[in-house]
């Protein structure tokens, strides 16, 4: 029962150079999420996917780019680094709001340095 | 612009002792306020759910209340234990989540 799975788990990277963060769910869940997590301050939103084919900017979307390859997987793709970017990337997905139910799952995280 | 803040930032407690968390959100139009544990290096893990139209929930020794009117939500834990030890944020739920910088907590042994 993996949940919420993130690939790499740690990476550094130099000015200038592109990544892509892997995100993949078994839960069928429909809608999935992108936040960064920086010292002192809440999970803020970068991009999200409602549904398969849908994807939308939050807060924080400059400087990303995502991909909903299908319902399991999404990607979070920065395609020319800089040091602001240094944070720690979480993926998250959704299922539903039943009281009682844990509406969001969260992966590991990503902890991403950039030179 | 919907916020989140959350009081205290930190908070260091002995073993045993009763404490709350505070949340305060400007959304007046949530749909439910979630709390989240952290603990260091990892994910979130969601502790209770709120749903707007609920006052409170309950799991074990946590209960999570809301107050929508004065946008605030209140975390407390019961006979707290160094297993406690860890970060909690809140987050509510308009059309995404907005998460609170959360409170650090250390219950000492």
């Known amino acids: 029962n993996a949940g919420v799975t993130q690939t790499p788990k740690f990476q550094v990277l130099k000015t200038g150079q592109s990544m892509t963060l892997q995100c993949a769910q078994d839960?069928?869940?429909?809608?999935m999420y992108w936040y960064r997590q920086d010292p002192g301050m809440g999970l803020r939103l970068i991009y999200y996917?409602?549904?398969?084919?849908?994807?939308d900017k939050g807060e924080v979307p400059n400087g990303y780019n995502v991909s909903r390859l299908n319902k399991r997987e999404f990607s979070l793709r920065l395609e020319s680094a800089a040091p602001s970017q240094t944070s720690v990337y979480f993926c998250a997905s959704l299922s539903s709001f039943r009281p009682g139910n844990q509406p969001q799952h969260f992966g590991d995280g990503t902890r991403l340095s950039i030179l | 612009k919907q916020e989140v803040t959350q009081i205290p930032a930190a908070l260091s407690v002995p073993e045993g002792e009763n404490l709350v968390l505070n949340c305060s959100f400007t959304?007046?139009?949530?749909?439910?306020l979630q709390w989240f544990r952290q603990d260091p290096g990892k994910g979130l893990t969601s502790l209770l759910l709120i749903q707007s139209s609920q006052r409170e929930q309950t799991s074990g020794r946590l209960n999570a209340s809301l107050d929508k009117s004065s946008g605030r939500s209140t975390l407390y834990i019961a006979a707290s234990q160094p297993g406690d030890s860890a970060t909690y944020l809140c987050?509510?739920?308009?059309?995404?989540?907005?998460f609170g910088p959360g409170t650090r907590l250390s219950v000492l042994p």
């Open positions: 839960m069928n869940h429909n809608s």
């Open positions: 959304d007046s139009a949530i749909y439910n």
């Open positions: 987050a509510e739920y308009g059309q995404n989540f907005v």
């Open positions: 996917s409602a549904s398969e084919g849908t994807t």
